[in-house]
């Protein structure tokens, strides 16, 4: 089984700064896209960032500018340095991975259970 365990999430005011940290662990065959997503009270999951293997990174247009994600490929861990936050940052963020766990031959999406991101003064 493959578990992700996000951290880092807490309140901060507007204009600070949050670095997320998102591990991926258990039968690990190989990752490749590791992602991060939000969701606000009553509003869907959306897309925050995305990184491939190789370093390529995909931003929403809203946190361009503001957020960089990064993955460490040997720890199995992908980061999101949260700048310049905004109150209507303020979500649930989830981590996402494609995974091929150890011995599979399909790849498979898994997803942190989230961490609160609350930007308020």
């Known amino acids: 089984q493959v578990q ?5 999430g807490g309140l901060v005011q507007p204009g600070g700064s949050l ?8 039968r ?5 896209a590791m ?3 939000r969701q606000a009270p009553e509003k869907q999951r959306d897309l925050v ?5 190789g370093g390529s990174t995909n931003y929403v247009d ?3 500018g503001r957020f960089t994600i990064s993955r460490d490929n040997a720890k199995n861990t992908v980061y999101l ?5 905004k109150p209507e940052d303020t979500a649930v963020y989830y981590c996402n991975a494609e995974v091929r766990p150890y ?3 399909t790849w498979n999406d898994y997803w942190g259970q989230g961490t609160q991101v609350t930007v308020s003064s």
């Open 4 to 8: 992700l365990v996000e951290s880092g």
């Open 19 to 26: 670095r997320l940290s998102c591990v991926a662990s258990g």
């Open 28 to 32: 690990i065959g190989s990752i490749n």
């Open 35 to 37: 992602g991060w997503y």
């Open 49 to 53: 960032a995305t990184i491939t293997r």
């Open 62 to 64: 809203s946190v361009k």
């Open 81 to 85: 340095q949260m700048n310049s936050l």
């Open 103 to 105: 011995s599979y031959t």
